[in-house]
């Protein structure tokens, strides 16, 4: 089993920004044949999907509500897997979890990192 750590989450004032960072704990794993999948969760509300990259670079998307403020990418290795988030606003508060996929059949998870949107 593989499990992914999610990190780089914190406090932020409104129109900042931070950057996520995702990674295996597992030495040696590669994203290069999964499809890497951002999801948040807002307190009392569902997870939601905000971004979506691979199995290649050219399959990027966003959910409606990020579209033009996140950007998803991976490194050149494919090992760590980021999402760069500006122009953060206070709806965009939620844990944040990395979530990697191949086939349905191989689902791997990270256990979430904060981020807060407040003056």
């Known amino acids: 089993q593989v499990q992914l750590v999610e990190s780089g989450g914190g406090l932020v004032q409104p129109g900042g920004s931070l950057r996520l960072s995702c990674a295996a704990a597992?030495?040696?794993?590669?994203?290069?044949?999964?499809?890497v999948r951002w999801y948040r969760q807002a307190p009392g509300k569902e997870r939601e999907w905000v971004a979506r990259?691979?199995?290649?670079?050219?399959?990027?998307d966003y959910a409606d509500a990020v579209r033009g403020r996140f950007t998803i990418s991976e490194d050149n290795a494919k090992t760590t897997v980021y999402l760069q988030m500006d122009n953060l606003k206070p709806e965009d508060t939620a844990v944040y979890y990395c979530?990697?996929?191949?086939?349905?059949?191989?689902?791997?998870w990270g256990q979430g990192t904060q981020v807060t949107v407040s003056s």
């Open positions: 990259i691979g199995p290649t670079d050219t399959y990027i």
């Open positions: 597992t030495s040696g794993f590669t994203f290069s044949v999964y499809v």
């Open positions: 979530n990697a996929n191949l086939a349905s059949q191989y689902d791997y």
